[in-house]
């Protein structure tokens, strides 16, 4: 993969935080629950804070804390899903000094959707891209269509976090 954003340190990227986000999905019936309410304040993708433990490895790490959060959401998780490594992004705002640029490594699972669950499921065909931040229509439509897909990239926004930020930049790619 040549040289990756995993491999830059955390401390190395200007006070970046480190973010964790889950896409969850039901491939299988074609559903993804959005909506579902979460510490970080994300209108639509489910986030949480990162475990910064440097003993513990750091996917590991982003596991554990996205167990804990989905839980204390009340989110389920079918008996056969697991968390997989999606991908990592680095975020960074203009001007800077306003705004913390974030590191966010990207796990996909997939939800219990015969369980009531927090949220709203949407159809892949449904999802209110218009609604997010411009990065998401650069990275999710692959995601969602490969299940073993993993991308990294760095998106450069012309304001602070939201969807009313303008992308001015990236360097998405998929593996």
Known sequence: RGESILDVPLHALANCRELV?????????????LEVENDLGWKLHFGCI????????????AETAAISALTAAGVILSKDSGLRPAGVM????????????????????????QAIQPGVIYSSTEIPYHSMWADDKIWMPTLLATSNSFFQGHFAFSSGPGAHSKLLNHNWQPY
């Not at 986000?21 to 559903?31: E, F, N």
């Open 50 to 61: 990162g475990c910064e433990d440097a003993a513990q490895d750091p996917w590991q790490a």
């Open 90 to 113: 680095v975020f960074s705002f203009s001007p800077p000094a306003e705004h913390l640029p974030m590191r966010i490594r990207v796990l996909e699972a997939k939800p219990d959707t």
């Open 21 to 33: 986000m889950v896409i969850l999905v039901d491939r299988s019936k074609d559903h993804i629950l």
